[in-house]
T-cell receptor, first 113, second 112 residues
Framework: GESVGLHLPTLSVQEGDNSIINCAYS??????FIWYKQESGKGPQFIID?????DKRQGQRVTVLLNKTVKHLSLQIAATQPGDSAVYFC????????????FGKGTTLSVSS | DAMVIQNPRYQVTQFGKPVTLSCSQT?????MYWYQQKSSQAPKLLFH???????NEADTPDNFQSRRPNTSFCFLDIRSPGLGDAAMYLC???????????FGPGTRLTVT
């Protein structure tokens, strides 16, 4: 079946570095993508989203890039902080009526001081 | 603040003993979802309600049921929990199916 996946299960960075978390998706019909952050023992928390008619969207310290040609999604975190340590999931909504989010497998980001 | 609330946060049940998990929302969203999340895995959608319309995922076991008596509340019933049903259960809501989902804090279910 079609699914959303992440390139790396873990990413370790130093505090202050920029982090890039990648995600590949296989459903070319997907039109909405979300990045979630999940801290241990908590529910996923919305970070940023992007629709397929955009290539880039920026938030506070985060940027999402969408490359529809190669079906690739990335999350960039600027000046990574220890509080950014968590599991990051990308999720997509295929452009089909009645279909809910499909989550990727997650990348664990570890930030050391 | 508008939010998604799950009760209880931790639930222990015995093998085969029915258990109900609760979710409520103050967002007035049309869609409510139930996910199962096991350790180090992505959330897995069990089912969702679009208003009163129930949508079951094809691979959700019959052991899992859901009720949505009104817009604000949604329940997850596990009729005969097995050891493999121990997991975090997440409730989420969204305005519509193609929109951002807001998650509750989850209920950690332990089956003894």
């Amino acid at each position: 079946g079609e699914s959303v996946g992440l390139h790396l299960p873990t990413l370790s960075v130093q505090e202050g570095d920029n982090s890039i978390i990648n995600c590949a998706y296989s459903n070319s019909a997907s039109d909405y993508f979300i990045w979630y952050k999940q801290e241990s023992g908590k529910g996923p928390q919305f970070i940023i989203d992007i629709r397929s008619n955009m290539d880039k969207r920026q938030g506070q310290r985060v940027t999402v890039l969408l490359n529809k040609t190669v079906k690739h999604l990335s999350l960039q975190i600027a000046a990574t902080q220890p509080g950014d340590s968590a599991v990051y999931f990308c999720a997509e909504t295929p452009n089909q009526a009645g279909t809910a989010l499909i989550f990727g497998k997650g990348t664990t980001l570890s930030v050391s001081s | 603040d508008a939010m998604v609330i799950q009760n209880p946060r931790y639930q222990v049940t015995q093998f085969g003993k029915p258990v109900t998990l609760s979710c409520s929302q103050t967002l007035n969203h049309n869609v409510m979802y139930w996910y199962q999340q096991k350790s180090s895995q992505a959330p897995k959608l069990l089912f969702h309600y679009y208003d009163k319309d129930f949508n079951n995922e094809a691979d959700t076991p019959d052991n899992f049921q859901s009720r949505r008596p009104n817009t604000s509340f949604c329940f997850l019933d596990i009729r005969s929990p097995g050891l493999g049903d121990a997991a975090m259960y997440l409730c989420a809501t969204s305005w519509d199916r193609g929109y951002e989902q807001y998650f509750g804090p989850g209920t950690r279910l332990t089956v003894t």
